[in-house]
Structures are given as C-alpha cells and as structure tokens.
C-alpha cells in the first residue's frame, strides 16, 4: 500500500504516479495524521511511505505518525521522498525507525521536484518549475519499476555533510525555522474557512472571520495541497532527460 503526505501536491503526485505503475492502493495519510488516528492498517503488498522532505529528513508528523501506527500484512517497507534539491542522510533515520517498528527497510529514494519552502527561498518561474517536473517523471517511474520487482532501492552515497544536515543542523531547524510565526491573512481573504479545513495540523482559527494559527507550529506552505508544486529552488539542479507528460501518453 501507498501511503503519502504532502504539503504542497508534489509527493501526492509522486504516490499516484506510482501507484498507476504498480498498480496499489494509494491512501492520503492527511486525514490520519491531522485527526491523530493512529489506528492499525492492513496490506498484502510491501508498504510505501512518500512524503516531501524537511530539514534533510521525513516530516516529524509523518515520523511520528509512522511511530504510532502498526503497519501488519506485509513487513517489507520503501521510502520514496520528494525534495527540492537533498534528502542528506535520511536513510539512516529511516532504517533506525524500521528497526523499531521490526519492519524490513528497503530503501530510500530522493525525487528532485519544484522547491516549496517559501519561507527561505525564493518562488521560480513556471516554466523552470515545468523542466523539474519533467525530470522528475522518469525518476518516479524508476522507483516504481524498483518497488515492481521487490527489489531493494539503490544505496545512496552519504556525505559528512549529509550527515551534520540530517542530524545536528535538522534539530536546529525545527525549533527555529518550521513554525507558524509568519502566518498572515490580506485584505483579499473571504473568510471561506477552507485554511482550517487544510492544515494538517489544526493549526488554523477563524477570530472574527480573520485567520490566526491558534499555536506556533508549522509554516503556512504546509496549508495548500494537491498539485505539483510551480515553485522551483534556488538550489539548482539539473538532470538532461527528455521533457514529457507520461499522463498524456
Ligand atoms: C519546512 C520545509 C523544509 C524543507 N526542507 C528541505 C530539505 O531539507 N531538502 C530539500 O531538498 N527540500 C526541502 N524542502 C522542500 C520540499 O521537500 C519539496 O519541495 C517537496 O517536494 C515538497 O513536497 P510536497 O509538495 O508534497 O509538500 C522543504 C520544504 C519545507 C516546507
């Protein structure tokens, strides 16, 4: 079973792409983790976890999530992470939490797509976003062919610096960068409500009609869902594949 987050619709894509190409189930954790129902699941298939990556590592909601939830049926369990430029040594904390849950780890696979952290970075042009994006499609298509076969995702090279990013620079970051300080609504808001509809962690409060985070938590990136994010990073990466749509073949 596919089970993803995402905050932005990158890893959402990424899940149903795959899910197409291998042919299993697809299951939105948003719900799951907002509601904190932590209520076991099922499958026959191995398990695969997408999720965007945050600070060099998954997204703690999702860690602790994953904690929390007994995942029974099939013990083998993949990583596929959407980032906008590094997932660092992601993998070393991810094969620690199936040791803990005495889940068989098969690997971790990086998908370069566009950048979503607006709070940092700057917002790229959409037609940089779109070459990104078809970057990305023959990536996603060589981890489901991985996820198709059973077998183990490659082994990534890790680097000291991968490392000090996933570890001792990933436990600044949360404190310091991942909250909801920032949160602000303009004059152009209608006081729809959908906000506190979207925030994966209820996070959002209507006070006269206005917006506010009710606690400091999370940035406001994490509130819109379920396209391709048209952000693309400041960190540039490039890959030299063929611009195509797989959705239109
Ligand atoms: C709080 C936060 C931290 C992030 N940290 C990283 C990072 O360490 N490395 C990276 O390559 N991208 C980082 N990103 C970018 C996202 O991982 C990337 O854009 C991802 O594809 C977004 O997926 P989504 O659209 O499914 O939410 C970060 C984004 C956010 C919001």
Not at 7 to 19: D, E, K, P, Y
Not at 46 to 57: H, L, S
Not at 129 to 138: D, F, G, M, T, V
Not at 179 to 202: I, M, N, R, Y
């Amino acid at each position: 079973m596919i089970c993803y987050f995402s905050g932005t619709g990158n890893s959402a894509f990424a899940a149903q792409r795959i899910g197409r190409l291998t042919g299993m189930e697809v299951l939105d954790l948003f719900e799951r983790i907002r509601d904190q129902d932590y209520s076991p699941l099922q499958a026959s298939q191995p398990w695969v976890i997408v999720t965007p990556t945050y600070a060099w590592r998954i997204p703690r909601i999702v860690s602790e999530w994953l904690e929390k939830t007994p995942l029974t049926g099939n013990s083998k369990i993949y990583f596929v992470m959407t980032c906008g430029g590094s997932i660092g040594n992601a993998g070393a904390y991810l094969e620690k939490l199936c040791e803990r849950k005495k889940m068989d780890y098969l690997g971790c696979f990086p998908i370069v797509m566009p950048e979503n952290y607006i709070a940092m970075f700057s917002t790229p042009a959409p037609e940089e976003a779109e070459k990104q994006l078809a970057a990305a499609y023959p990536v996603i298509e060589q981890a489901a062919q991985s996820i198709k076969k059973g077998e183990c995702f490659p082994e990534l090279p890790r680097t000291i610096k991968d490392k000090l990013n996933s570890g001792i620079v990933n436990d600044l970051f949360y404190p310091m960068f991942v909250h909801a300080k920032k949160f602000t609504a303009t004059e152009a808001c209608v006081s729809c409500g959908q906000c506190v509809q979207e925030c994966p962690l209820k996070n959002i409060k209507l006070e006269a009609g206005h917006p506010v985070t009710a606690r400091i938590a999370w940035p406001a990136s994490a509130a819109v869902r379920w396209r391709p994010s048209n952000m693309a990073s400041t960190r540039k990466v490039c890959r030299a594949t063929p611009v195509r749509n797989p959705d239109k073949e």
